[in-house]
């Protein structure tokens, strides 16, 4: 299966912590970025966070800066978002997405996303 799956989403409070899992196929893993993108209803997707299959390089959007840290699993083909401090604007649906040329990508593959939902 080419397309990553997300996991982890729920509904949380504000100021608590939830960490997403997103698992990938090998062919799409090594020698790629994999990143995190969100899209908050109304609004267009936007990128949160992006990692490159050694984890030496990483980025983030400034809105999650501090509060937001991605890592990966090069055994499990598995990239993890951990989240914290949430607050209600981080509500969205997350997805993973693989294959990535650069931090922003393109990216080939998408998964079909995740809900996190942030109460006040």
């Known amino acids: 299966q080419v397309q990553p799956v997300e996991s982890g989403g729920g509904l949380v409070q504000a100021g608590d912590s939830l960490t997403l899992s997103c698992a990938a196929s090998?062919?799409?893993?090594?020698?790629?970025?994999m990143g995190w993108f969100r899209q908050a209803p109304g609004k267009e997707r936007e990128f949160v966070a992006a990692?490159?299959?050694?984890?030496?390089?990483?980025a983030y959007a400034d809105s999650v800066k501090g509060r937001f840290t991605i890592s990966r699993d090069n055994a499990k083909n598995t990239v993890y978002l951990q989240m914290k401090s949430l607050k209600p604007e981080d509500t969205a649906v997350y997805y993973c997405?693989?294959?990535?040329?650069?931090?922003?990508?393109?990216?080939?593959?998408w998964g079909q996303g995740t809900q996190v939902t942030v109460s006040s």
């Open positions: 997405a693989t294959g990535g040329a650069g931090t922003r990508g393109p990216y080939d593959y």
């Open positions: 090998g062919r799409t893993f090594r020698g790629y970025f």
């Open positions: 990692i490159y299959w050694r984890g030496d390089s990483t």
